[in-house]
């Protein structure tokens, strides 16, 4: 997987699920206190959500990067 290659691991263990937190947050602070309000199944389901759209666009890209 390319984003364990690049460092995701490193960048877990240095900051725990504030790196996660951060990335839902895409940076906003003030987006951070919402998320935590959330119930951890609405959370885990868009970290999914996001996982699979990742691969998919990567997918997407390398096809019409090849036609």
Do not use: P
């Not at 895409?26 to 309000?37: A, H, N, Q, S």
């Amino acid at each position: 997987m390319e984003e364990m290659e690049a460092g995701l691991s490193k960048l877990y263990k240095a900051f725990g699920f504030s790196a996660v937190l951060d990335s839902l947050a895409k940076g906003d602070f003030e987006k951070e206190d919402y998320i935590k309000r959330l119930s951890v199944y609405r959370v885990y389901a868009k970290i999914q959500y996001n996982s699979h759209m990742g691969a998919y666009q990567k997918k997407l890209a390398e096809i019409l990067k090849n036609n």
